[in-house]
T-cell receptor
Framework: GQNIDQPTEMTATEGAIVQINCTYQ??????LFWYQQHAGEAPTFLSY??LDGLEEKGRFSSFLSRSKGYSYLLLKELQMKDSASYLC??????????WGAGTKLIIKP | IAGITQAPTSQILAAGRRMTLRCTQD?????MYWYRQDLGLGLRLIHY???????GKGEVPDGYSVSRANTDDFPLTLASAVPSQTSVYFC??????????????FGPGTRLTVL
């Protein structure tokens, strides 16, 4: 079967750095997405990785290792507004997105 | 309209009733999707459409039907609602169903409660 695993919840301090991990087992791989979802709102796109390595975009970076079936999202200089759920999704062999359950990130002052 | 809209925003429905959730996009995207999101579970694909006139079944299609008569609209129908269909429903679209970069754009969601 297809599976995406990520931690249920993480807590971090404002101004700090946090890394959210995602491991996956899917039938085929056509890229990995990270989305942000604030409570009661729709998911919004953060990043996309299809090749191994690190993609940096401002305070957010995303890393992919295809051989290990592993990705992480790195958030730097955390702000209170970063409190949200972070969803990992893999595009499988049919280009359908398989979603993890999401990681709820709590930021404390 | 800018992006994707969904209606209604929320709905309480008696079991056994028929309900259609509406979704409209103005981005001329080819592909559209319906997901449900339940606490503790990832987004689960109900149905999808790669282009106008075609539809396909996702992971959890039972009890739901869709149509895609044109590019912009993708309604989801619950023929006879049951309490297990209580969920938040998201409609999404992407420029192409395939390709290396098929970012999906989401509507604001419909919160449905079936009693």
């Amino acid at each position: 079967g297809q599976n995406i695993d990520q931690p249920t919840e993480m807590t971090a301090t404002e101004g700090a750095i946090v890394q959210i991990n995602c491991t996956y087992q899917t039938s085929g791989f056509n890229g990995l997405f990270w989305y942000q979802q604030h409570a009661g709102e729709a998911p919004t796109f953060l990043s996309y990785n299809v090749l191994d390595g690190l993609e940096e975009k401002g305070r957010f970076s995303s890393f992919l290792s295809r051989s290990k079936g592993y990705s992480y999202l790195l958030l730097k200089e955390l702000q209170m507004k970063d409190s949200a759920s972070y969803l990992c999704a893999v595009s499988d062999s049919n280009y359908q997105l398989i979603w993890g359950a999401g990681t709820k990130l709590i930021i404390k002052p | 309209i800018a992006g994707i809209t969904q209606a209604p925003t929320s709905q309480i429905l008696a079991a056994g009733r028929r309900m259609t959730l509406r979704c409209t996009q103005d981005m001329r995207h080819n592909a559209m999707y319906w997901y449900r999101q339940d606490l503790g579970l990832g987004l689960r694909l109900i149905h999808y459409s790669n282009t106008a006139g075609t539809t396909g079944k996702g992971e959890v299609p039972d009890g739901y039907s869709v149509s895609r008569a044109n590019t912009d609209d993708f309604p989801l129908t619950l023929a006879s609602a049951v309490p297990s269909q209580t969920s938040v429903y998201f409609c999404a679209s992407s420029p192409s169903p395939t390709g290396a970069y098929n970012e999906q754009f989401f509507g604001p969601g419909t919160r449905l409660t079936v009693l």
